[in-house]
């Protein structure tokens, strides 16, 4: 819905506070396809309490296969932009990334350009990949003026609008459960534009290897402080949560060592979560020997989504 004031007629792209809701923007298909890429792959994000996955990131650590779904969903978010703040042809997307709301998270009023170094920002889109009251509580993005002056989350809606001081808004505090959303930002600088760092990233990783010496499918590791997700007085390391979450742990992969119940040292990751290892359940302890944690997260969320989606069979680890 475009946003009105009292007596006065809807706002062009020009006035103030303009901004677009589109219900069911998103598929709930393609909602669970990113839910996916985030839950395997997500790093520590820019605020307490949040998880990030970006492209770079992505690129970076050889997962270049999982930025496919992102590719057409980029392009009709800038072409929504683009129609209906009339400026067609003109924007770069300056960032693409999925981004999870835990417990605790929130952000007070502010508007998208407000740093020193984000002023090429123009424009927001937010996607939203899950459901308000169901999958978590509070969350609700509000708007300082204008309408509509807050946004329910339904996954599958997007809402954009300009990143500047006419569309100040904040998150409310997420009380239960996580809140996640794919947010992109647009400029009308091309040197700000995200795509050469991708390809960049790209060139550097899969795309530079000799095809017998490539297996795009297996994530390098990165930055382990990347995977720390500090919270309250602690803090925990993301891979082992969230297979945690799933009901597995990970293992040593020497036959010895495997024997141990016992998952990696919560703040020592760097001993196990890097090398190859395996994934246990309870008592048991797989076979299969993965190259990282986070092949082993991706497989691992993998199967379990399959599962859940009913499809005929799932891979078997």
């Not at 996607?127 to 993005?141: A, Q, R």
């Not at 020497?254 to 703040?267: L, N």
């Amino acid at each position: 819905t475009m946003a009105t004031t009292a007596a006065s007629p809807p706002p062009t792209a020009a006035e103030d506070n303009v901004r677009l809701l589109l219900p069911g923007f998103l598929s709930p298909e393609t909602c669970k396809e990113l839910e996916f890429v985030h839950r395997s792959c997500g790093t520590a994000g820019y605020r307490p309490s949040v998880v990030s996955t970006s492209l770079p990131h992505l690129a970076a650590t050889g997962c270049g296969h999982l930025l496919l779904p992102f590719v057409p969903i980029r392009e009709r978010l800038r072409d929504a932009v683009e129609s209906f703040f009339s400026c067609h042809f003109d924007l770069f997307v300056e960032f693409t990334g999925l981004v999870s709301w835990c417990k605790g998270a929130s952000i007070g009023w502010h508007s998208d350009d407000n740093k020193p170094y984000l002023r090429q920002r123009a424009f927001t889109a937010v996607c939203y990949l899950n459901n308000h009251g169901k999958d978590f509580k509070g969350g609700l993005l509000k708007f300082q003026d204008g309408e509509p002056s807050s946004v329910i989350p339904v996954a599958g809606d997007a809402v954009i609008y300009t990143a500047d001081n006419r569309n100040v808004h904040c998150v409310d505090e997420v009380t239960e459960g996580e809140r996640l959303t794919l947010t992109l930002w647009f400029t009308r600088d091309s040197s700000f534009d995200e795509d050469p760092k991708l390809l960049s990233f790209l060139s550097q990783t899969s795309l530079s290897y000799e095809p017998a010496d490539q297996n795009s499918y297996i994530p390098l590791p990165a930055s382990d402080n990347m995977y720390w997700f500090s919270y309250d007085q602690s803090g925990f390391d993301i891979r082992c949560a969230r297979m945690h979450i799933l009901g597995f742990s990970f293992r040593a992969s020497s036959d010895e060592d495997s024997k141990s119940t016992s998952a990696a040292p919560a703040d020592d990751p760097i001993e196990l979560l890097g090398k190859p290892l395996r994934i246990g359940r309870a008592d048991d302890v797989f076979g299969k020997i993965f190259a990282n944690s986070l092949h082993a997260l991706q497989v691992t969320t993998f199967c379990i989504l399959s599962f859940l989606s009913g499809f005929d069979s799932a891979v078997r680890l």
